[in-house]
């Protein structure tokens, strides 16, 4: 799968609902499971890494896009 192949580098900027969420700050990997660990002021998420949940990522402007998913940011 290309997106996971290209999603190794942190600093890409997280979109979800046209808005600005934060950085990727780190890449939690675990046994089966990697962990997008987003960083934005005060706030800190842990967005799980899957097909479900990324909908693009362009690497030329550092952005990953996440699919409009219900309580994913609350």
Do not use: H, S, W
């Amino acid at each position: 799968r290309r997106q996971r192949q290209m999603c190794k580098e942190t600093g890409l900027n997280v979109i979800y609902e046209d808005n600005n969420k934060g950085t990727i700050a780190d890449i939690e990997r675990y046994d089966k499971t990697v962990l997008f660990n987003i960083k934005n002021n005060d706030k800190e998420y842990l967005i799980p890494y899957n097909d479900n949940i990324i909908d693009k990522i362009d690497i030329n402007n550092k952005r990953i896009y996440i699919k409009d998913i219900k309580g994913l940011f609350d």
